[in-house]
C-alpha cells in the first residue's frame, strides 16, 4: 500500500514538473513572439500607391494608362510632384491630382524620359490634353522670346532647355563720343525652354543653334528686343543650383578691358575776339583790327 501511494506521489510530481515545464516554455514562445511582432510593427512605415511607367517612355509620347502601373511608396518619401492614388487633395491641380481625369480622355504628354519603374512627376508631364511643346514649360505671367545665336554666343551648343543663362549686350552706346563698344550684363539667370525649334531636354552631345528661346517677363522681353535689335546678344552659362546674385552693373570696354587711362581732355583757349574798322586812306581801303571792348 505504501508502494503504491509512493509511486503515484512520484507519478503526481513528475505530471506537475512537466506541466510547469511546459507552461515555462510556452511563455517564453509567447514573449519571443510578441517581441517579433513589435519589431515588424516598428519597421512598419505608411505607404501609398504610386504612379511608375511600366516601360521606357520619352519625349512628346502620350502618357496612356497601358503605360503606368501602381507600386507602393514611403509617404515620408514622396518625391515634390508625384501623383498618387488615390489622389492627394491640393488646389489647381498642382501634383497629387488624378494623374489621368476623371470623366475625360485628355491625355498628358511627356516633357523628360522616363525610364522603367520611374514615378511620374508633374515637372515631366504636360497638363491633361497639352502638348510637349513650349507653352506647357511657360509659368503664368511668362513669355518666350527667341535670341539668334552662333557657335561663340551660344556656348559652343553645350545649351539645353531647362539650362539658366546670363545676357550680356555688346554694342556703341548712344550719344557716347569715342570708346568705341561696351558690353554689358542686361539680364541673369534667365530660363531657357527651347533650342531651335525643340523644347526636348534630352539630347546628348554639343549641337551649335541658331536660336534659342528664353522664359521672360513682359518688361524683360521690351529690354531683350531692345539690345537684339541695337548691338549684339552674348549668353553665359549658369551652373545648376547656382543662386548667386549677380551685379547687374557689370560693364567694360575698351580702355577698362585694356586698363588703358583715358588721357585729359585739353581746353584749348579760344582766341580773344578781334574787332575792326576800315579806313580809306587816298583812294585805298585800310582793314584795322583791334580788341573788342569788353
Avoid at 61 to 74: A, G, I, M, N
Avoid at 159 to 164: A, M, N
Amino acid at each position: 500500500m505504501r508502494m503504491v501511494f509512493g509511486l503515484v506521489l512520484i507519478l503526481g510530481l513528475g505530471l506537475a514538473g512537466f506541466a510547469v515545464y511546459m507552461t515555462k516554455g510556452y511563455f517564453s514562445n509567447y514573449q519571443a513572439e510578441k517581441q517579433r511582432l513589435e519589431a515588424i510593427a516598428n519597421s512598419m512605415v505608411d505607404t501609398v500607391n504610386v504612379f511608375v511607367v511600366t516601360d521606357k517612355i520619352t519625349y512628346g509620347e502620350k502618357l496612356t494608362k497601358d503605360d503606368v502601373r501602381l507600386q507602393k511608396w514611403p509617404v515620408d518619401a514622396l518625391p515634390e510632384g508625384i501623383f498618387t492614388f488615390p489622389a492627394a487633395k491640393t488646389e489647381d491641380g498642382k501634383p497629387g491630382e488624378d494623374l489621368f481625369p476623371k470623366d475625360s480622355d485628355k491625355l498628358r504628354s511627356v516633357l523628360r524620359t522616363m525610364e522603367a519603374g520611374e514615378p511620374v512627376l508633374a515637372s515631366k508631364v504636360t497638363a491633361p490634353g497639352k502638348d510637349a511643346g513650349i507653352t506647357s514649360r511657360l509659368s503664368p505671367g511668362m513669355r518666350a522670346f527667341a535670341i539668334k545665336v552662333d557657335v561663340s554666343s551660344g556656348v559652343s551648343g553645350f545649351l539645353r532647355p531647362g539650362d539658366k543663362v546670363d545676357v550680356y549686350w555688346t554694342g556703341r552706346p548712344p550719344n557716347r563720343n569715342g570708346g568705341g563698344n561696351i558690353t554689358k550684363l542686361i539680364e541673369s539667370g534667365i530660363s531657357l525652354i527651347a533650342i531651335d525649334q525643340s523644347a526636348n531636354d534630352d539630347v546628348s552631345g554639343a549641337r551649335i543653334a541658331r536660336t534659342v528661346t528664353v522664359e521672360a517677363t513682359p518688361q524683360q522681353v521690351a529690354s531683350l528686343a531692345q539690345a537684339q535689335s541695337t548691338g549684339r546678344l552674348s549668353l553665359s552659362l549658369v551652373g545648376v543650383g547656382d543662386a548667386t546674385v549677380i551685379d547687374s552693373g557689370i560693364e567694360v570696354n575698351q580702355t577698362t578691358l585694356l586698363d588703358i587711362e583715358e588721357a585729359p581732355t585739353v581746353v584749348e583757349e579760344a582766341p580773344p575776339e578781334q574787332c575792326f574798322r576800315y579806313e580809306r586812306k587816298g583812294t585805298e581801303r585800310i582793314k584795322i583790327e583791334f580788341d573788342c571792348p569788353k
